[in-house]
């Protein structure tokens, strides 16, 4: 194995057992075995996944579009366990583009202000 | 420092000290040493940039510029230094990728399928 996939591996365990990632756990546990919050929070992503893929492929969002997304996402804020879910999901989400700009230091002082 | 930022830290140093990414410094060197090799990658560069927010904004590529693109591909392919410079680009990119692949497994995992 090389020592970068050594580097990787240890990198992978630190993250696994990081309360960052344990917290997600929790709170994603929790949300997924609570049947009515399970149906908010797949609703919810159901309707940003639509949305993104309308934008990505250039198609107009409708008023209504705009109106519906709103109010599922005031729906799931509302909802302590789900709310809970996205706060530890954004934790998580920081700590990965810590760890991904750390990483691809390398190629951004190669590339200078173009990476 | 957590040790999730002395993981990364290690990682980084590795990539660093890496063939792939010294192969790709030496090859990128070598063609911004190189005049004419600089500019031709430059517009090689700048023109799949454009194409690319052409594309994310969902305005529609003429005939012309696909043209215009697949000669200024041609063009830097039949160029040895800039060649080579691509298929470094191609290799670290790949090492990325699986170390990325790695440091998300514990996401995949909790997300499964959807993740
Ligand atoms: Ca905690
Ligand atoms: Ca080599």
Same mark, same amino acid.
């Given at each position: ?12 365990? /630190?993250?696994?057992? /990081? ?13 997924? #075995? ?13 309707? +940003?996944?639509?949305?993104? +893929?309308?934008?990505?492929? #250039? ?23 789900? /709310? ?5 999901? +954004? ?8 760890? /991904? ?10 590339? #200078?202000?173009?990476?």
């Amino acid at each position: 194995m090389s020592t970068i996939q050594e580097n990787a591996n240890a990198l992978e365990q /630190s993250i696994r057992n /990081s309360e960052e990632f344990n917290d997600l756990k929790a709170a994603y546990d929790a949300v997924m #075995g609570d049947e009515i919050a399970k149906k908010m929070f797949d609703d919810f992503r159901n309707t +940003q996944l639509e949305l993104q +893929q309308k934008q990505m492929q #250039g198609i107009e969002i409708t008023e209504e579009e705009v109106d519906k997304a709103r109010k599922v996402v005031e729906t799931v804020q509302q909802h302590e366990q789900i /709310s809970k879910l996205m706060d530890q999901e +954004q934790r998580v989400n920081e700590l990965i583009n810590n760890i /991904s700009r750390t990483i691809t230091k390398p190629l951004e002082e190669l590339y #200078g202000a173009e990476a």
